[in-house]
């Protein structure tokens, strides 16, 4: 039987599976939404900047992060739920491409870890 679900777009594994509107990837546990799938490229192509469920971000919105995440240089974490408003999107190095101020400091973070607010 062919492999019809895309593979992810996070890590490349092909092992990934729809559920409900979305597709998961139970290597990396990154979810996408199933309707986003064939905008992907085109977002790409236009320069979009997308949060990890697809929608689009501009700069001003408000995300919410949807993991933990490690501080390089801080012994702090940024935890799953913290809410950051007024952020900038930026073209960094890495796929960092969101330039946000939170408790610890101005930072710039990867958007497929965001969700608009």
């Known amino acids: ?14 092992n990934t599976y729809p559920d409900a509107d979305h597709f998961i990837c139970p290597d990396c546990a990154h979810e996408w939404p199933q309707a986003a799938a064939p905008d992907s490229d085109e977002a ?12 689009p971000l501009q700069d001003g919105d408000a995300v919410i992060l949807v993991k933990d995440l490690k501080v390089k240089g801080a012994s702090s974490v940024l935890k799953k ?17 969101v330039d946000c101020k939170t408790e610890l400091g101005s930072l710039l973070l990867k958007s497929e870890f965001l969700k608009k607010a």
């Open 1 to 14: 039987m062919p492999h019809t679900t895309p593979a992810c777009p996070q890590c490349g594994q092909e």
């Open 44 to 55: 790409a192509a236009d320069g979009g900047v997308r949060d990890a469920h697809g929608n």
């Open 81 to 97: 739920g913290t809410k950051v408003k007024g952020i900038r999107l930026v073209d960094g190095a890495d796929g960092h491409n």
